[in-house]
Nanobody, 115 residues
Framework: VQLVESGGGLVQPGGSLRLSCAAS????????MSWYRHSPGKVRELVAS????????NYADSVKGRFTISRDNTKNTVYLQMNSLQPEDTAVYSC?????????WGQGTQVTVSS
């Protein structure tokens, strides 16, 4: 199983980024996918999740209305569109899934929001 994130970087406050997580090694379309974030001194936070066919999404209150999670099961990829970014969104963003009782994480991608 591999989860490979991309799309992070440095952006000014108010800007946007789109993160991607390319999955392989399992039946991607069968499982819930999630994005988490973690920054020093803070507890890891579940940012957003999406069900296997994308019919249901959930968001942390801190990102509702600004972030959108989506997936393309033909490409085995889950996305996180992040708009109106603020300095408090600075973190390492990681892709996550769980199946057969095992957690799987990507290596993470750094998002830094700063002027």
């Amino acid at each position: 199983v591999q989860l490979v994130e991309s799309g992070g970087g440095l952006v000014q406050p108010g800007g946007s980024l789109r993160l991607s997580c390319a999955a392989s090694g399992f039946r991607f379309s069968a499982y819930v996918m999630s994005w988490y974030r973690h920054s020093p001194g803070k507890v890891r936070e579940l940012v957003a999740s999406i069900t296997s066919f994308g019919s249901t999404t959930n968001y942390a209150d801190s990102v509702k209305g600004r972030f959108t999670i989506s997936r393309d099961n033909t490409k085995n990829t889950v996305y996180l569109q992040m708009n109106s970014l603020q300095p408090e969104d600075t973190a390492v963003y990681s892709c996550y899934t769980r199946f057969l009782g095992t957690d799987y994480w990507g290596q993470g991608t750094q998002v830094t929001v700063s002027s």
